[in-house]
């Protein structure tokens, strides 16, 4: 494209014979790109509110509050309850905070495809605490328990279950001397 000459703009109404070809030329040129940009523009305005309506944008938002009582850990989850509606098919045991993969795009409403996401904590079973999934904050077996009520109840568990959280606080206490 050629460029653009000072004086030989399409907004004068002087003609300039000998420029004139070139004028209109340019003029022509402007015009499409301007056609282009005009047809454009709407479309590309358009596509996000097609994909997502104001309900389901909504639903992206996370605005459940999550904070460990143990760690301290807080975060904003999208879902507290037993079978998120994002993550097809999973049915948690208990009530679950549960946040979306941040970094995955929002998928296209046609897609049963199930997204990714994070169960992040749950209330202990016992003294209904939030706790997180820290090795360091709950235990789990059948239930989530806060690892002080895991240790006071643990001579009443099946012996699995004890063997399971003995570990864990084992675990736990390696990685302190570390
Ligand atoms: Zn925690
Ligand atoms: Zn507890």
Not at 11 to 27: H, K, T, Y
Not at 48 to 74: T, W
Not at 90 to 111: G, L
Not at 153 to 159: A, C, I, S
Request: with cysteine.
């Amino acid at each position: 494209m050629e460029a653009e000459q000072p004086g030989t703009s399409s907004g004068s109404s002087v003609s300039v014979n000998i420029d004139n070809d070139l004028a209109d030329e340019d003029f022509l040129l402007n015009d499409e790109a301007a056609e282009i940009a005009r047809l454009q523009l709407p479309e590309e305005n358009q596509q996000p509110q097609e994909k997502l309506d104001p309900q389901e944008e909504d639903e992206r938002i996370a605005k459940i509050d999550f904070r460990c009582s143990a760690c301290d850990m807080h975060e904003l989850v999208h879902y507290f309850g037993r079978q998120p509606p994002f993550a097809l098919g999973i049915k948690y045991r208990e009530d679950t905070f549960v946040m979306r993969d941040p970094f995955q795009p929002p998928p296209s409403r046609w897609q049963s495809k199930p997204e990714f996401y994070v169960a992040m904590g749950a209330n202990c079973s016992s003294c209904s605490k939030v706790v997180c999934k820290d090795a360091a904050c709950s235990f789990y077996y059948t239930r989530t328990v806060c690892l002080p009520c895991g240790k006071a109840e643990l001579k009443d568990w099946p012996v699995e279950a004890q063997a399971r959280l003995r570990k864990q606080i084992a675990a736990l206490d390696g990685d302190k001397d570390k």
